[in-house]
């Protein structure tokens, strides 16, 4: 009788301990999404006040200027704002999509070829895992102004494409989704080492780029300094250098505030239809995996 009541007591300390736990967490968790997400409803709400409103007694109350905001925003400088929205999506399209190829490529090759030296380059990708971006802006600058590449597209894509995190990423898909013993059939049945990339290795690498894809276009879409550095003309600009260039003439022109904030909540919508829209990969992947195992 004792040892049952010891039992019953030890499972109700176990019992708190998991909700205390549980609670914790939950109010951790909550903390952070308001930390996160408080800045993003200023923004709404901003973007809704008229500049009379925006620099008097401001609340989260919506106003009723986004129309005008959207207007105005749209007639600066004969809808320039609208061709850096577009120049963005072009560096971040292109850029994720070539530096997802490119390190899908490589992770596929690290991880299932033994060659020479394999191990010395991957240790070099983890140690530019760990070098800032903006400590090679600079760099990268004075080697495209020697080929003249400066103020060009190409000035803000070249420098997107190689990126040594996803490079590690798509080594480490790789080597846990494509099975070697399926790359072994592959080579047994004929297929060449290229079609059995694109057939095999692929297809089954598909989640872990996307993922790859995705932090490299936020990354490209969020990049300033290196676009800043690169290009001199307002019609090359991405949209976090243009609203930069915005927000230094609102201290002359404060109705320009207004713009640049409306322009900052119109520039991440993409980025959040993006997740919404590239999710379901990685929830496929998910169930996938349960199901196998």
Same mark, same amino acid.
């Not at 903390?31 to 901003?46: E, R």
């Not at 080929?147 to 597209?153: A, I, K, P, Q």
């Not at 997107?160 to 080597?175: F, H, K, N, W």
């Not at 713009?259 to 991440?268: A, D, K």
């Given at each position: 009788?004792?040892?049952?009541?010891?039992?019953?007591?030890?499972? !109700?300390?176990?019992?708190?301990?998991?909700?205390? !736990?549980?609670?914790?967490?939950?109010?951790?968790?909550?903390?952070?999404?308001?930390?996160?997400?408080?800045?993003?409803?200023?923004?709404?709400?901003?973007?809704?006040?008229?500049?009379?409103?925006?620099?008097?007694? @401001?609340?989260? &109350?919506?106003?009723?200027?986004?129309?005008?905001?959207?207007?105005?925003?749209?007639?600066?400088?004969?809808?320039?704002?609208?061709?850096?929205?577009?120049? %963005?999506?072009?560096?971040?399209?292109?850029?994720?999509?070539?530096?997802?190829?490119?390190?899908?490529?490589?992770?596929?090759?690290?991880?299932?070829?033994?060659?020479?030296?394999?191990? &010395?380059?991957?240790?070099?990708?983890?140690?530019?895992?760990?070098?800032?971006? #903006?400590?090679?802006?600079?760099?990268?600058?004075?080697?495209?102004?020697?080929?003249?590449?400066?103020?060009?597209?190409?000035?803000?894509?070249?420098?997107? #494409? #190689?990126?040594?995190?996803?490079?590690?990423?798509?080594? #480490?898909?790789? &080597?846990?989704?494509?099975?070697?013993?399926?790359?072994?059939?592959?080579?047994?049945?004929?297929?060449?080492?290229?079609?059995?990339?694109?057939?095999?290795?692929?297809?089954?690498?598909?989640?872990?780029?996307?993922?790859?894809?995705? @932090?490299?276009?936020? &990354?490209?879409?969020?990049?300033?300094?290196?676009?800043?550095?690169?290009?001199?003309?307002?019609?090359? @600009?991405?949209?976090?250098?243009?609203?930069?260039?915005?927000?230094?003439?609102?201290?002359?022109?404060?109705?320009?505030?207004?713009?640049?904030?409306?322009?900052?909540?119109?520039?991440?919508?993409?980025?959040?239809?993006?997740?919404?829209?590239?999710?379901?990969?990685?929830? %496929?992947?998910?169930?996938?995996?349960?199901?196998?195992?």
């Amino acid at each position: 009788m004792t040892t049952v009541l010891h039992d019953q007591d030890l499972a !109700t300390v176990r019992a708190g301990a998991r909700k205390r !736990t549980s609670w914790l967490g939950s109010s951790i968790l909550i903390l952070g999404a308001v930390y996160c997400l408080l800045p993003i409803a200023w923004v709404v709400a901003a973007s809704t006040k008229n500049g009379s409103d925006l620099f008097t007694t @401001f609340t989260f &109350a919506p106003g009723t200027g986004f129309l005008e905001n959207l207007s105005d925003l749209s007639s600066t400088g004969d809808g320039i704002y609208w061709t850096w929205l577009f120049n %963005t999506a072009i560096y971040a399209g292109v850029g994720g999509v070539l530096s997802a190829l490119v390190s899908g490529i490589s992770g596929y090759t690290l991880a299932k070829y033994r060659f020479a030296g394999r191990n &010395a380059i991957f240790n070099v990708l983890l140690a530019g895992v760990l070098v800032p971006g #903006i400590t090679l802006a600079v760099p990268q600058y004075l080697l495209l102004a020697k080929v003249g590449l400066t103020d060009t597209y190409w000035a803000v894509l070249l420098p997107q #494409i #190689i990126s040594p995190y996803g490079i590690y990423l798509a080594r #480490i898909y790789a &080597a846990a989704a494509v099975p070697d013993t399926v790359v072994e059939a592959a080579r047994t049945d004929g297929a060449g080492e290229f079609r059995i990339f694109a057939r095999v290795g692929l297809p089954m690498m598909v989640p872990g780029l996307v993922t790859v894809f995705l @932090f490299q276009f936020v &990354a490209i879409w969020n990049n300033f300094l290196l676009p800043f550095i690169m290009l001199s003309s307002d019609d090359k @600009f991405p949209v976090t250098v243009g609203l930069f260039t915005l927000l230094n003439q609102g201290a002359t022109v404060p109705a320009l505030y207004s713009h640049v904030i409306i322009g900052s909540l119109l520039s991440i919508i993409p980025l959040i239809a993006l997740f919404l829209t590239l999710q379901r990969y990685w929830r %496929t992947d998910l169930i996938s995996g349960a199901v196998k195992g």
